[in-house]
């Protein structure tokens, strides 16, 4: 049952990462992110009353907080690479970054995957190197050279994303089964007045265009029920097994990326997408 509330999760985290990068082109990233991560907040004290009694202590509470401000800046930086670069680049390379941190904490925590489980690690890599690579040769001129610019900034924020998100991942799964939602409640209480607040002092503006509200509203919605769906399968799963089947993500951010934007890959680019998958599906194994 664990397996496939990860995969669930992973489909909400891949579709939510699309809508928040989508929207993310059209409005400030402080914006985006404050107002997608109180929608989700509204949407989990909404569920809280259907939910069993629960009983949290205080590492609960500190394990959601450090997950809340891993997460919303991983978020935030993810939602950035995403509206600057390629969705289907942005996305393997965050998860497979993500992936990473949770396994080899796991097994400083007693788990112990087989050999393949190491190699997937090295493919992912692998995998990262070659998403990395530029599309198509393009000429110096200032345009073509702002675009690569903007290319190579997306794929740094993604590599620090991926870091960052991996640490949510472990925070999240450091929390006992009789929390509830609770470090949930923590996370994104937390999540939410870090950037409301950052946005305070530094004059950001925290408008989001009305066309686009909706469709930020959904991809907070979606967030916050991958992270539940997460949350519950590593109550009865190993972790290692959990994240990674989590980290399946961009295979939904992917195809709607291709559906809707039509992005277009590179062969070496396609090789490193699939790389990725291989490589996650390896860990998991």
Same mark, same amino acid.
């Given at each position: 049952?664990?397996?496939?509330?990860?995969?669930?999760?992973?489909?909400?985290?891949?579709?939510a990462?699309?809508?928040?990068?989508?929207?993310?082109?059209?409005?400030?990233?402080?914006?985006?992110?404050?107002?997608?991560?109180?929608?989700?907040?509204?949407?989990?004290?909404?569920?809280?009353?259907?939910?069993?009694? /629960?009983?949290?202590?205080?590492?609960?509470?500190?394990?959601?907080?450090?997950?809340? !401000?891993?997460?919303?800046?991983?978020?935030?930086?993810?939602?950035?690479?995403?509206?600057?670069?390629?969705?289907?680049?942005?996305?393997?390379t965050?998860?497979?970054?993500?992936?990473?941190?949770?396994?080899?904490?796991?097994?400083?925590?007693?788990?112990?995957?087989?050999?393949?489980?190491?190699?997937?690690?090295?493919?992912?890599?692998?995998? &990262?190197?070659?998403?990395s690579?530029?599309?198509?040769?393009e000429?110096n001129?200032?345009?073509?050279?702002?675009?690569t610019?903007?290319?190579?900034?997306?794929?740094?924020?993604?590599?620090?994303?991926?870091?960052?998100?991996?640490?949510?991942?472990?925070?999240?799964?450091?929390?006992?089964?009789?929390?509830?939602?609770?470090?949930?409640?923590?996370?994104?209480?937390?999540?939410?007045a870090?950037?409301?607040?950052?946005a305070?002092?530094?004059?950001?503006?925290?408008?989001?265009?009305?066309g686009?509200?909706?469709?930020?509203?959904?991809?907070?919605?979606?967030?916050? !029920?991958?992270?539940? !769906?997460?949350l &519950?399968?590593?109550?009865?799963?190993?972790?290692?097994?959990?994240?990674?089947?989590?980290?399946?993500?961009?295979? /939904?951010?992917?195809?709607?990326?291709?559906?809707?934007?039509?992005?277009r890959?590179?062969?070496?680019?396609?090789?490193?997408?699939?790389?990725?998958?291989?490589?996650?599906?390896m860990?998991?194994?």
């Open positions: 049952m664990f397996a496939v509330l990860a995969l669930a999760s992973a489909v909400c985290y891949g579709a990462d699309f809508l928040g990068g989508l929207t993310s082109k059209r409005a400030s990233t402080f914006a985006i992110v404050v107002l997608s991560q109180f929608a989700g907040l509204v949407l989990l004290f909404l569920m809280l009353p259907l939910l069993p009694d /629960s009983a949290p202590v205080r590492a609960d509470y500190l394990w959601g907080a450090l997950a809340g !401000l891993t997460g919303g800046v991983g978020v935030a930086l993810l939602y950035r690479a995403l509206a600057i670069g390629i969705m289907a680049v942005v996305a393997p965050t998860a497979v970054c993500a992936v990473v941190i949770p396994v080899l904490a796991a097994v400083v925590l007693g788990e112990r995957p087989e050999a393949v489980t190491f190699a997937g690690i090295a493919l992912a890599m692998v995998a &990262i190197a070659l998403v690579q530029s599309s198509h040769p000429p001129d200032d345009g073509r050279e702002q675009k610019g903007a290319r190579g900034s997306a794929f740094s924020l993604a590599l620090l994303s991926g870091v960052v998100i991996g640490f949510f991942y472990l925070a999240l799964a450091r929390t006992s089964d009789r929390a509830g939602l609770w470090p949930l409640v923590a996370a994104r209480i937390v999540s939410v870090l950037f409301a607040g950052t305070f002092l530094t004059s950001q503006s925290l408008r989001v265009p009305s686009i509200r909706t469709t930020v509203v959904a991809g907070g919605a979606l967030d916050m !029920l991958a992270n539940f !769906l997460y &519950i399968a590593t109550r009865s799963g190993p972790l290692s097994v959990v994240v990674t089947l989590a980290s399946l993500y961009p295979a /939904s951010t992917v195809l709607l990326a291709r559906v809707v934007l039509h992005e890959l590179s062969r070496l680019q396609w090789l490193g997408v699939v790389c990725a998958m291989v490589a996650v599906a860990i998991v194994r």
